[in-house]
């Protein structure tokens, strides 16, 4: 019947073919057409969501993009001009490629923000030893941490953790964390890696993050204060986070007193 066709319309987009059938029907009807409307909203205002959450996407992209864009062209135009002259090309010459890595980071970010979230973006599982391989990444990173003076503590089983997962976003995963360990870990930094049978714990000294904040540093484009002189688009926790439920796993922040970040993976 004619309230039927309505809901059908209503949650599947669905046409049918109806002859009218009398006045019996209206008071479903009117039910029926209480709920569509009622649905027609919600689907107008998760679009008015989509859209004010793409434009802030688009500001802050462009607003972190500027900054950087702005010392390369100050720079190169006064070197071009003969302002900037003798010794100072050299070091201006040096901030302006670190300024060019710091965009390709940056773009780099965005790139695989939005190709996680693309439907046809699949993910390559396979049985791998956890335990091998986070003492893995750690070798890997281990040049870059020791010439930073990392005190490193590291607590990896030798006994062999089987998971499910993509070693290439696992990758990401432990290098955006280790990453803002690097970044917020403060003067002296101190990183401890743990490795168990349910997790994966990486602590970082610096000073603490407020509790209420926790849930929010994983949304994109969100830095904390601490971030604020240090750059980066507040995507990584977003792409962590991603990646690890698209993995059926969990991840959480741990701020305790003793000044150790916590961010632990199931
Ligand atoms: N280990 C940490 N210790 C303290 N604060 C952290 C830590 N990790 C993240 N944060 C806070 O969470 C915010 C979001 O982190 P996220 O990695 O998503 O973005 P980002 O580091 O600012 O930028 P990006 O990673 O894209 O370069 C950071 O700006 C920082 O304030
Ligand atoms: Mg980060």
Redesign the pocket.
């Known amino acids: 019947d004619l309230g039927k066709a309505i809901t059908k319309y209503t949650e599947k987009r669905e046409k049918t073919n109806l002859e009218p059938s009398g006045i019996l029907e209206l008071e479903s009807i009117n039910e029926k057409f209480q709920y569509m409307t009622q649905k027609l909203d919600e689907t107008e205002k998760a679009n008015k969501k989509f859209q004010s959450d793409r434009q802030l996407m688009l500001a802050s992209i462009s607003h972190d993009l500027k900054t950087p864009i702005t010392v390369i062209q100050g720079y190169s135009k006064a070197i071009v001009d003969k302002v900037i002259t003798g010794e100072e090309i050299i070091k201006k010459s040096q901030l302006i490629y670190d300024k060019s890595c710091y965009l390709n ?2 773009v780099d ?1 965005f790139t695989e923000f939005s190709k996680l979230d693309h439907t046809n973006f699949k993910y390559d599982f396979k049985d791998i030893d956890i335990a091998e391989f986070v003492r893995n990444y750690i070798a890997i990173k281990y040049d870059e941490l020791e010439s930073k003076n990392i005190d490193l503590n590291i607590d990896i089983p030798e006994t062999k953790i089987i998971k499910k997962i993509d070693t290439q976003q696992f990758n990401r995963v432990l290098n ?2 280790v ?3 690097l ?3 403060g003067n002296n930094i101190s990183i401890k890696i743990q490795v168990d049978n349910d997790k994966i714990a990486i602590f ?1 000294s ?2 603490a ?1 407020e509790e209420t ?1 926790y849930s929010q ?2 949304k994109p484009f ?6 604020r002189n ?11 986070r991603k990646i690890i439920q698209d993995h059926g796993f969990t991840i959480n ?1 741990v ?1 305790n007193k003793d000044s150790y ?1 916590k ?1 632990g993976f199931i």
């Open positions: 980071e940056l970010n955006n964390i990453n803002n360990a970044k917020y870990g970082n610096g000073k993050i904040n540093l994983f969100v830095k904390g204060d601490l971030s240090e750059g980066g688009s507040g995507l990584g926790l977003a792409i962590v922040i701020s970040y961010t």
